[in-house]
């Protein structure tokens, strides 16, 4: 089905059984129709037939979607390129312990600390979906405490983002085993500019078995 902004009109039925025949000559009509009236979108970027979906029929904004955490865009770059950025809702909550007064040192973190309204250290300020605020739980504080892990400062969207940050990118690049004299090469997510020592499988296992 394609449905022609300028001539609304439908020329393809759902739902119907078509002969090899139609089908081929419809399909033929169709892609000739989507060249001739392309969907020209608010930027005035045009797709043609063989596009993906415009952007701007999405129902998700640009920030909702997986495409944030891939390729993070200011909300400004986002707007630019033509793609809708959602805001995230006023919370107002009634922080009661900032960031900055989250104690740096678990053990002097004491259970009071489970009633407070803890503050995210990124305020908003940030493209994370910030909720601005968060509470600790039981669970979680015994877990700090037994791990002896300091107290977090980010709400739990920020979290997230930054864990984003230090994940190697949905990329593979083609590298040497960086043990001296291996000669393997293979193909790995860890960027060349990484900090990371790259070893092939084999080297790998034989490293830490
Ligand atoms: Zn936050
Ligand atoms: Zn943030
Ligand atoms: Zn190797």
């Not at 037939?49 to 944030?68: D, K, M, R």
């Not at 630019?80 to 909550?93: H, L, M, R």
């Not at 803890?118 to 700090?144: I, N, V």
């Not at 001296?180 to 034989?206: D, H, L």
Request: neutral net charge; hydrophobic residues 30%.
């Amino acid at each position: 089905m394609y449905w022609s902004q300028k001539e609304r009109k439908c020329n393809f039925e759902l739902n119907r059984v078509y002969s090899k025949e139609e089908f081929i000559k419809l399909r033929e009509e169709i892609i000739k129709q989507m060249k001739k009236i392309p969907y020209v979108d608010k930027k005035g970027n045009v797709y043609e037939y063989g596009e993906f979906y415009p952007t701007e029929l999405s129902t998700w904004a640009y920030n909702e979607t997986l495409a944030q955490e891939i390729f993070p865009l200011s909300k400004e770059k986002a707007e630019k390129n033509g793609y809708s950025w959602c805001e995230p809702a006023v919370k107002n909550f009634d922080i009661t312990m900032p960031a900055e007064k989250i104690p740096d040192n678990i053990d002097n973190a004491g259970e009071e600390i489970l009633k407070e309204i803890l503050g995210c250290a990124h305020k908003g300020d940030c493209d994370h979906q910030c909720s601005t605020a968060f509470r600790l739980t039981d669970y979680e504080l015994k877990f700090y405490k037994k791990h002896d892990i300091p107290l977090p400062i980010l709400c739990s969207n920020c979290r997230y983002y930054e864990r984003v940050k230090v994940m190697p990118a949905l990329k593979l690049w083609h590298r040497k085993c960086m043990k001296s004299g291996c000669p393997n090469e293979f193909e790995t997510a860890y960027a060349p500019e990484r900090p990371e020592i790259i070893y092939c499988e084999k080297c790998y296992q034989q490293e830490v078995y």
